[in-house]
C-alpha cells in the first residue's frame, strides 16, 4: 500500500508520530517530583519533625541525681524509668 500523502507531509515537515515522547516523559517526571514532594512533607508534618525539641540543661550534679532516681525507679520495678522532659 503506498504511503499516504498526510503521512508524507508529516515527516517532511518534522511531525513524525512517536517523535514526541520525551514530553510524556518529562510530565511523567515532573508529576512525580510534585507527587514525591507532597508525600515528603505530610509524612513530616504527621510525624511532627518540624517542630523543634526542646532541649533540657542539667546541672552535673542535677544530671546525677536524675540518673540515680532512674536507676532506683528500675531497680524498684520500672517507676521512674523515662528521663525528665521539658515542659511544651
Known amino acids: 500500500a ?9 515527516v517532511q515537515s518534522g511531525e513524525v508520530p512517536g517523535q514526541e515522547l520525551w514530553r510524556i516523559l518529562a510530565l511523567c517526571a ?3 517530583l510534585v507527587l514525591e514532594t507532597a508525600l515528603a512533607r505530610w509524612i513530616t508534618i504527621h ?3 518540624h517542630k523543634p525539641e526542646a ?11 536524675a540518673t540515680r ?3 532506683e ?5 520500672g517507676a521512674n524509668v523515662n528521663p525528665p522532659r521539658a515542659q511544651r
Open 2 to 10: 503506498p504511503p499516504r500523502l498526510e503521512h508524507l507531509l508529516a
Open 30 to 32: 515532573l508529576v512525580m
Open 47 to 49: 510525624r511532627g519533625l
Open 55 to 65: 532541649v533540657v540543661l542539667l546541672s552535673q550534679a542535677d544530671a546525677i541525681k
Open 69 to 71: 532516681a532512674r536507676m
Open 73 to 77: 525507679g528500675m531497680l524498684a520495678g
